[in-house]
């Protein structure tokens, strides 16, 4: 496995352990099927720091943490955040840096979610 395989297993496997949440990964972008409550590992971004020669040194996933579309919502997502930042944080290469409200293109609908920037180093 690469790298990268490693990490998104890595990531994935830290999701896994937060209880009651379903976790899809290489799911084709938004307007898949998600079934909250749920967290979908998104495809990563990369950086390398010389320029584009040999692997990338670090990436980032975004990590959406996604609640039904109910008026509990807000707070359901408020009490979950912290359990999935620091299930994720436990990655030793990883580090959550910032999560952003959203909405998660589901289909048929869009779901709320938070939007959680987590970056690795490769």
Known sequence: MSA???????LYDA??????????RNIAGPGAAVQPPAAVLSAPSFTW???????????RW???LVAAADEKAVEWLWEHLPAVAEA?????????????????????????????QVDVGL
């Not at 990268?4 to 890595?10: C, L, N, P, Q, R």
């Not at 436990?90 to 998660?104: I, N």
């Open 4 to 10: 990268i395989s490693d990490a998104a297993a890595e």
């Open 15 to 24: 999701l896994k352990t937060v209880d009651g949440l379903r976790v899809y």
């Open 49 to 59: 720091e010389t320029g584009c020669v040999g692997p990338p040194t670090d990436a």
């Open 62 to 64: 975004l990590v959406y």
């Open 88 to 116: 994720l944080d436990r990655v030793p290469s990883a580090a959550v840096q910032r999560a952003d409200p959203g909405a998660y293109q589901a289909s048929p609908s869009e779901l709320p979610c938070y939007e959680i």
